[in-house]
């Protein structure tokens, strides 16, 4: 999480969606600069509300714009199942060597999750609970649409680095495991359409 005073604008690191290069590129021109542990450095938009953003407009006396990024949810837990491919994890209970990317998703659908699948949900990160949700998400897949606004706010060139990146790999995932994905953690699709319709 990146908080940058004078301009009043707060970023929230959604996990796999490229929180990590935008927080290298900009640490130092935040004014504050949560990135560990990683429930601090993920704050959801429900905490941040709830805690973090009363104690940052009482104290700058006005309110902040709260920015994060979306991915499309397939892509986003595929980029979790190869991210846990990882050699430093092959000995891990989080690990997904073993498994094709049907038992990933599978496993993420079940009522208990093992913990390689066990990575949280974007709509509950970025809407779950809150009264007031992100005041805008920009779409992974577009992510120059959020550099070009940070640059904007922020009244520099970003150059993003490569960071915390997933392995390369297949992902295909079978048509009766995407339609249970898609009915059973609908909110993430309908809130990405809802990123996407705000683009129209």
Not at 47 to 74: H, K, Q
Not at 120 to 143: H, M, S
Not at 149 to 163: A, G, K, M, T, Y
């Amino acid at each position: 999480m990146l908080v940058f005073w004078e301009q009043r604008l707060v970023f929230l690191a959604t996990p796999k969606t490229g929180s990590t290069a935008i927080e290298t590129a900009l640490e130092s021109l935040a004014e504050v600069a949560i990135l560990r542990p990683p429930t601090l450095k993920h704050t959801t938009v429900w905490r941040y509300r709830r805690f973090l953003g009363p104690m940052l407009e009482t104290a700058a006396g006005g309110p902040f714009t709260v920015v994060a990024l979306m991915r499309e949810p397939i892509d986003w837990l595929g980029s979790w199942y190869r991210y846990r491919q990882r050699d430093e994890l092959a000995e891990s209970t989080r690990s997904t060597r073993a498994l094709s990317f049907d038992d990933f998703v599978t496993a993420y659908l079940a009522e208990d999750q093992p913990e390689f699948a066990q990575v949280g949900a974007q709509a509950r990160f970025l809407a779950g609970g809150a009264p007031d949700k992100i005041d805008r998400i920009f779409r992974y897949e577009r992510i120059d649409s959020l550099i070009d606004f940070l640059e904007d706010r922020l009244d520099c060139e970003i150059i993003l680095p490569r960071v915390n990146v997933s392995p390369e790999g297949a992902t295909p995932l079978s048509p009766e495991i995407e339609a249970r994905l898609r009915t059973e953690r609908a909110e993430d699709f309908a809130l990405y359409q809802q990123v996407l319709a705000a683009e129209d």
